[in-house]
């Protein structure tokens, strides 16, 4: 019997929590949820989870986790001899304090590139304006990650695929798209090499592939 079901959709932060879940080895139930079609804003979806996002993670007894960190914690702290999480402090906290960094300030910027016309409320020169300046904060913000990923791959120096290297590496398949080459940086190659070998990462994404959007 699976101990947690997670909601998700495929091509969003969801995907993080997924190939955390797929990762930590742990009998999770993934259901997938179509943004497109407006699944998250179901009577039922909102009842599971009032914001209408995901992932959302029923662990059960009444408690609904939501926000990729909180889940990705959660899954982590359930399976602790995958390493998913450092067990100890400081590794630990410098963990946790990539998680934030991924989360609230790179994922954001990128965010805003795929915003700026709603952001823009409809004028395309404003939005053109939002965009740049995403693009720059973007590049900055992945030059710093760059510098910062250790010899072995991961960014907290524990040899093995963490929830950060995770969420790094959902993150930088985007760049592209936002007209980012990460190929000349070599942390990053070293991280999305470490990432994309994880066999729960390759099974997630595997899954996402055949689920389509």
């Known amino acids: 019997m699976s101990i947690a079901t997670l909601w998700t959709s495929t091509r969003t932060g969801g995907t993080v929590a997924h190939m955390v879940a797929a990762a930590s080895g742990l009998d999770?139930?993934?259901?997938?949820?179509?943004?497109?079609?407006?699944?998250?804003?179901?009577?039922?979806?909102?009842a599971l989870n009032p914001k209408g996002e995901v992932p959302a993670l029923?662990?059960?007894?009444?408690?609904?986790?939501?926000e990729t960190p909180a889940v990705c914690t959660w899954i982590a702290d359930m399976a602790p001899e995958r390493g998913l999480l450092p067990a100890e402090h400081p590794r630990r906290a410098k963990a946790l304090e990539w998680m934030a960094w991924c989360h609230f300030h790179l994922a954001r910027?990128?965010?805003?590139?795929?915003?700026?016309?709603?952001?823009?409320?409809?004028?395309?020169?404003?939005?053109?304006?939002?965009?740049?300046?995403?693009?720059?904060?973007?590049q900055v913000a992945l030059d710093y990650a760059d510098a910062a990923v250790q010899a072995d791959g991961s960014l907290v120096?524990?040899?093995?695929?963490?929830?950060?290297?995770?969420?790094?590496?959902?993150?930088?398949?985007?760049?592209?798209?936002?007209?980012?080459?990460?190929?000349?940086?070599p942390g990053l190659q070293r991280l999305r090499a470490l990432v994309a070998a994880n066999p729960g990462v390759q099974a997630a994404l595997a899954r996402e592939a055949a689920h389509g959007g």
């Open 157 to 185: 120096g524990t040899g093995v695929v963490t929830v950060p290297d995770i969420q790094l590496f959902m993150i930088t398949n985007f760049a592209a798209a936002m007209g980012i080459d990460v190929g000349p940086m």
């Open 28 to 46: 999770i139930d993934v259901r997938f949820i179509s943004l497109r079609a407006g699944e998250h804003k179901t009577p039922a979806y909102l």
């Open 109 to 138: 910027s990128f965010t805003m590139i795929f915003a700026a016309n709603r952001m823009a409320g409809g004028d395309a020169a404003v939005a053109e304006v939002i965009k740049a300046q995403a693009a720059i904060r973007s």
């Open 58 to 66: 029923d662990v059960g007894q009444g408690f609904v986790i939501t």
